[in-house]
Each structure stands twice: as C-alpha cells, then as structure tokens.
C-alpha cells in the first residue's frame, strides 16, 4: 500500500497534551518505503518533514507548515538467544507499553522499570527514556537509523548515541536521523532493580517478597497510575522539565534556607534535584489559569484541562521557569519536544 496523504489534519488526536494545531500534510509510515516516499514527497512539496511516533513527548505552539510523519510501522524480532541473554528488535512504530509487556511475557527481564511510559519504540533512544532507576542505554543494543541528509541507513552501537539523562546524539542532532528499528539485550536471568522511590515498598504492599520481573512492573504500574494523569483522560506529556543538575556546593547553599531540599549525588559528583519539588515549594501545584495547570498530584507535569492552546503552555512553563530561576537560582529545562 503506498503513502496516503492528507492536507490540513487536526493534530489533536497525535498529542498526549491535545493540542489543536494543524498540519499542511500528514502520512502514516507502515514500512521502510514509506518512510522514503514521504520524505521524497516532502521535497516535492517544499515542505519539512516533522516525524512523530505516539506524540506524548510534544508541544505543539502553532500549526505545522511541514509534512508530519507518524510512525506506524510493526514488528517484533528475536536476534539472537544464547540461552541467558537475548537480542530483540522492534520496528519504530510499535507502541511502548505493550512491546514491554510483550519482552516479559517471553521471560524477559530489563524493560520493567519502564512499564507503562506512553509512546513508539523509535522515540524511546531520543531521549533516553528512564524511570524507576533505569534507562533504555542500560539494555541497548543498537539502532538502525535512516540519515535525512544522505538518505543512507547507518546502524548505531551503544557508545556511538551519546545517551545521557534525557538526551542523546539523536536530540542533539534534531531533525537528522530518522529512527526505524531499535534492538535491546534482555536478559532470562532476572536482575531486578528495586532501590528506587517507592517500588520495594509497594512490592511488599502486594504481599510480594520474591518479585519477579512481571511483578516489579505490575507494582510500577500501580503506583504511576495512582501519581500520573492518564493522558486519555486529562491531556500532558509527563514531566515538564528535566531535574536540574546542581553543583554540591549549590545543595549546600539551598539547604540553609531549605533544609527539606530533595536533592540526589550523582556519579560525577554534581546534584540532581527533584524539579517537582522546587515548583510544589513555590507554590505551583493544582495552579490553573484558563485551561492549562499544574497537575495536582505531581507538580512536575503541566495539564490541559481541555481547550488549552500550546503558547498558553508554554506560557505557564516560562513563568514557573522564571519564578524557579528567582526563588532558588535554579535554571529549569523544558523537556518535550517543541515546534
Ligand atoms: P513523540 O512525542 O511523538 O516524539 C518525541 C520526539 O522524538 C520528537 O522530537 C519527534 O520528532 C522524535 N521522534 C519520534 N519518533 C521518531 C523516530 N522514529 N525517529 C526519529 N525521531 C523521532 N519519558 C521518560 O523518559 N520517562 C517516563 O517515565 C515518562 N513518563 C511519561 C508519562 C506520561 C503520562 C507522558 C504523557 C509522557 C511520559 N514520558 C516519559 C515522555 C514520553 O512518553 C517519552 O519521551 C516517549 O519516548 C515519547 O515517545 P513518542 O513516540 O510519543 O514520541
Ligand atoms: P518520584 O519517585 O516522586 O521522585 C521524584 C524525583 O526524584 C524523580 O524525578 C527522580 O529522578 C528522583 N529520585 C527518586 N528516587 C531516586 C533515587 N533513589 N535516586 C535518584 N533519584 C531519585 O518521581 P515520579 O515523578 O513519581 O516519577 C517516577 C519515575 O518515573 C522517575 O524516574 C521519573 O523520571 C519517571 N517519570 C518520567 C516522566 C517523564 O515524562 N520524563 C514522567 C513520569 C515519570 P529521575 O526523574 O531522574 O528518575
């Protein structure tokens, strides 16, 4: 089946924020040859190409003058099984979730601390998704991606995406590799991470004391279905900034005046704060002007209570910014994706 394009498509069902904003074109990718059509297409009509994968890490601030690509390509492989580790691979399109709960009940363990983070496998090396203690570039295996500028397919190895908190080659390079294929090294031997946040202890809430892999992700499940709001339901794209990483001579600074500070040694010897601490400090949580808030429960997130427009958000993210970077001197990052 060859490329399907529609002129002016509503982006609102393709962000997890909903957003309203239109794009001049718009095409599903459901193989490789798409992927080049559309980008062959995209020259044709003088239009850059914007490609999207389940449009939860976006904000949108005006209609998009661009061909936007959404990635919908499926698939799921086994590499290689030694017996211990195993090499899987998965098209770009294929949803998050659902490929971790496809890993674990293959008897896979090292995707569960990242259950239920919305979005496609090809998005997931952007931004080096993590949670829970654990990043994907601790089971990548490689990616295969499509150069823009080329037109070549180049397969990356773990050193050669430069992974680090919620960044990677690919984001620092915004707009020339077109992720089509992501492999990861999973392991039939459990090795569980459970030190982090409150996991042991809904683990032990369950009635759970020998977890398993499985497990471990059902527990994470339930505690981000209890602290996050489903974007089904009240529209965001998770957290909003990225926690700020400090020098230690700063926490000591703060701790005078605050000494509740949350704030977490990092292996180089610099701070990572909590971001949603700083803004529930400042007295942001459950702050609503119009339609665009400040979730109620987690600080970190910013919500659409339904018609909000992507300047009103950013809009409230450039105060919350400014009051941050007054109140503690601390610079607070965005963390989605803005056009
Ligand atoms: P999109 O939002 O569609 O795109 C994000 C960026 O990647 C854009 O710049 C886009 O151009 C680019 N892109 C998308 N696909 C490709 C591709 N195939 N090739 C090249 N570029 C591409 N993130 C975390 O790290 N940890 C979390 O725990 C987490 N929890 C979340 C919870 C909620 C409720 C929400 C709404 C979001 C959360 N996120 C989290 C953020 C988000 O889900 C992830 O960053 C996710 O990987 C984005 O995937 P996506 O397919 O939706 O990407
Ligand atoms: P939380 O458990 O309330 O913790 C608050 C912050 O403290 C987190 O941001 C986390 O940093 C940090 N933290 C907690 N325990 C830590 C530890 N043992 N060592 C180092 N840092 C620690 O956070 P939450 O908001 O409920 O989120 C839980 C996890 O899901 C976090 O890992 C978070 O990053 C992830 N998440 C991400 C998004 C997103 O959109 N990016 C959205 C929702 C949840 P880190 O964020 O660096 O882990």
Redesign the pocket.
């Known amino acids: 089946m060859s490329l399907q394009l529609q002129r002016e498509v509503s982006l609102k069902p393709f962000n997890t924020f909903g957003v309203d904003v239109r794009a001049r074109l718009f095409a599903e990718a459901h193989s490789d040859a798409d992927v080049r059509q559309a980008l062959a297409c995209a020259v044709e009509q003088g239009v850059p190409l914007l490609v999207i994968g389940g449009g939860s890490?976006l904000l949108l601030t005006a209609d998009i003058p661009a061909l936007v690509l959404r990635m919908a390509t499926r698939g799921i492989r086994i590499l290689s099984d030694d017996g211990r580790r195993v090499v899987i691979e998965a098209e770009a399109g294929e949803p998050w979730h659902p490929f971790v709960q496809h890993t674990l009940a293959q008897g896979l363990s090292g995707l569960e601390n990242l259950s239920l983070i919305p979005g496609t496998v090809g998005a997931a090396p952007m931004q080096n998704?993590?949670?829970?203690?654990v990043e994907i570039k601790d089971v990548f295996a490689g990616l295969t991606a499509l150069d823009r500028q080329t037109g070549e397919l180049r397969d990356f190895s773990l050193d050669e995406c430069n992974f680090a908190?919620?960044d990677s080659l690919f984001k620092q390079q915004p707009g020339r590799w077109l992720i089509l294929r992501v492999r990861f090294a999973l392991s039939r031997v459990e090795h569980l991470h459970l030190?982090?946040?409150?996991v042991r202890q809904r683990l032990t809430e369950q009635g759970v004391d020998q977890p398993t892999a499985t497990d471990v992700s059902r527990a994470i499940c339930s505690?981000?279905n209890e602290?996050?709001p489903d974007p089904a339901v009240l529209g965001n794209?998770?957290?909003f900034f990225k926690?700020p990483l400090v020098s230690a001579a700063q926490v000591a600074r703060l701790k005078t005046q605050y000494p509740d500070l949350?704030a977490?040694a990092q292996p180089d010897g610099q701070m990572?704060l909590?971001?949603?601490?700083l803004i529930e400090r400042a007295g942001w949580k459950g702050f609503r002007e119009a339609d665009a808030g400040v979730h109620k429960a987690?600080a970190?997130?910013l919500v659409n209570y339904g018609e909000a427009t992507g300047l009103q958000l950013l809009n409230l993210a450039q105060r919350i910014q400014k009051d941050i970077s007054e109140r503690f001197q601390v610079e607070l990052e965005m963390?989605p994706n803005r056009y």
């Open positions: 890490n998704i993590g949670a829970y203690g908190y919620r030190e982090y946040g409150p505690i981000r602290k996050l794209a998770g957290s926690n949350v977490y990572k909590a971001a949603g601490w987690q970190l997130v963390e």
